[in-house]
């Protein structure tokens, strides 16, 4: 099989094509990635000289670079996107061109390129936030309701490739997803920012209350379930994915402090961020029943192995926290918390 994995050079996707490789060493893998500030070939150095890995520089929106790497392609994984929530709310625009039009051209080519399978890989903020004190959790069949502007480019990009189902028989998967952690995320979410600020010494940013309620899954394991589906899924049908596990932001900080051995003086409550959505959870009874996926790993078992990873890897992620990280972290952190 030929598989073209779009936003490889990201972390879900650098994490997707190394698991891809493991496990289908028959395949001949294309990764296609515009390598914008989150896409860093580093995450893939190790897999370059692998004769069924390939590199190809390009914008899923462009679609005269995308129709040329669909040549002969089977199977389109599609993982590109801009993927931070912070950075949507302070500039919109690149979400929109990505998430939204990049997904409508890929889509068009893929027609073209006749592809056996497009899966498409989204998340859990789709459906909006659930009630702190509920044991309400967010399946196939819940109601769109995105409230940032990440949230409604990703909830958009789902309905095209619903509609191109429909409309055109293009034979779809997707996956919605809750939040991930592991090796190669970029130093800006609330996981990778908090470990290697503390390695630096520095202070954990903590939004409001620090309530907030995410499901966290090890990186591998959401790696693991979209071969499921693409392996074993059906056509035009949508699988949610998610280990079942509430835990608030200051629960998981406590727990990289406690694994770092550090004091609690370490967290810095900030200015909350806009609309903030209090609670995500999700019930994954399809992808288990019908496909037997299930998560290996537990969160603390895989933080531990996540603390590790960073410490072991600080030259990967110094090298990111450079200018263009620290004008962003002004923004972000030092002067919305003055205003
Ligand atoms: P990321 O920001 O780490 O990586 C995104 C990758 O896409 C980068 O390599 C970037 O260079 C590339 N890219 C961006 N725009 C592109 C374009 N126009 N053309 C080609 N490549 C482009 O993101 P991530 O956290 O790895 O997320 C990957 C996917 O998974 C996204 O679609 C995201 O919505 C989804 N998702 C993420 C999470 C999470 O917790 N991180 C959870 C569920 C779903
Ligand atoms: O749920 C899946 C989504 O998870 C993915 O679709 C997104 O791509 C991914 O970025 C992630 O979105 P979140 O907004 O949930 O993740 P983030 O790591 O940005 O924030 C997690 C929680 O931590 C959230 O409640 C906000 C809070 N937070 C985040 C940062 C960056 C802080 O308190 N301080 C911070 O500095």
Same mark, same amino acid.
């Given at each position: 099989?030929?598989?073209?994995?779009?936003?490889?050079?990201?972390?879900?996707? #650098?994490?997707?094509?190394?698991?891809?490789?493991?496990?289908?060493?028959?395949?001949?893998?294309?990764?296609?990635?515009?390598?914008?500030?989150?896409g860093?070939?580093?995450?893939?150095?190790?897999?370059?000289?692998?004769?069924?890995?390939?590199?190809?520089k390009?914008?899923?929106?462009? #679609?005269a670079?995308?129709?040329?790497?669909l040549?002969?392609?089977?199977?389109?994984?599609?993982?590109?996107?801009e #993927?931070?929530?912070?950075? #949507?709310?302070?500039?919109?625009?690149?979400?929109i061109? *990505?998430?939204v039009?990049?997904?409508?051209?890929?889509?068009?080519?893929?027609?073209?390129?006749?592809?056996?399978?497009?899966?498409?890989?989204?998340?859990?903020?789709?459906?909006?936030a659930?009630?702190?004190?509920?044991?309400?959790?967010?399946n196939?069949?819940?109601?769109?309701?995105?409230?940032?502007?990440?949230?409604?480019?990703?909830?958009?990009?789902?309905?095209?490739?619903?509609?191109?189902?429909?409309?055109?028989?293009?034979?779809?998967?997707?996956?919605n997803?809750?939040?991930?952690?592991?090796?190669?995320?970029?130093?800006?979410?609330?996981?990778?920012?908090?470990?290697?600020?503390?390695?630096?010494?520095?202070?954990?940013?903590?939004?409001?209350?620090?309530?907030?309620?995410?499901?966290?899954?090890?990186?591998?394991?959401?790696?693991?379930?979209?071969?499921?589906?693409?392996?074993?899924?059906?056509?035009?049908? *949508?699988?949610?994915?998610?280990?079942?596990?509430?835990?608030?932001?200051?629960?998981?900080?406590?727990?990289?402090?406690?694994?770092?051995?550090?004091k609690?003086?370490?967290?810095?409550?900030v200015k909350?961020?806009?609309?903030?959505?209090?609670?995500?959870?999700?019930?994954?009874?399809?992808?288990?029943?019908e496909?037997?996926?299930?998560?290996?790993?537990?969160?603390?078992?895989?933080?531990g192995?996540?603390?590790?990873?960073?410490?072991?890897?600080?030259?990967?992620?110094?090298?990111?926290?450079?200018k263009?990280?620290?004008?962003?972290?002004?923004?972000?952190?030092?002067?919305?918390?003055? *205003?």
């Amino acid at each position: 099989m030929k598989v073209l994995v779009t936003g490889g050079a990201g972390f879900i996707g #650098s994490n997707f094509i190394h698991y891809w490789l493991d496990n289908h060493s028959n395949d001949h893998l294309i990764n296609f990635d515009k390598l914008t500030y989150a896409g860093n070939p580093e995450n893939l150095e190790d897999v370059t000289s692998n004769p069924n890995y390939e590199f190809i520089k390009g914008d899923i929106a462009q #679609s005269a670079d995308i129709k040329e790497a669909l040549e002969g392609v089977d199977i389109v994984v599609n993982f590109a996107a801009e #993927s931070h929530v912070d950075r #949507s709310i302070l500039d919109p625009a690149p979400f929109i061109l *990505t998430n939204v039009v990049g997904t409508q051209v890929l889509l068009d080519a893929a027609i073209q390129a006749k592809v056996k399978r497009f899966h498409h890989v989204s998340t859990d903020e789709v459906f909006g936030a659930l009630e702190l004190n509920s044991d309400k959790k967010f399946n196939e069949e819940t109601n769109y309701n995105p409230r940032s502007p990440y949230a409604a480019s990703k909830a958009a990009s789902d309905h095209l490739v619903r509609a191109y189902f429909t409309t055109y028989q293009l034979p779809i998967t997707i996956t919605n997803c809750s939040n991930n952690f592991g090796p190669y995320q970029y130093p800006e979410k609330l996981i990778s920012l908090a470990i290697t600020n503390l390695l630096e010494n520095k202070k954990v940013p903590v939004y409001g209350d620090g309530l907030y309620v995410r499901d966290w899954l090890y990186v591998e394991d959401h790696c693991a379930a979209i071969d499921s589906v693409i392996t074993k899924g059906k056509i035009g049908e *949508t699988y949610c994915i998610g280990i079942d596990n509430d835990i608030s932001n200051i629960q998981a900080i406590k727990k990289i402090l406690e694994i770092l051995e550090m004091k609690e003086d370490k967290i810095e409550y900030v200015k909350d961020r806009p609309g903030h959505d209090r609670r995500y959870a999700i019930d994954a009874t399809k992808i288990k029943k019908e496909l037997g996926w299930k998560p290996k790993f537990d969160f603390e078992t895989a933080l531990g192995k996540t603390v590790t990873w960073y410490k072991e890897n600080k030259n990967w992620w110094q090298k990111l926290r450079n200018k263009n990280f620290e004008n962003y972290y002004q923004k972000q952190y030092i002067l919305r918390n003055e *205003t």
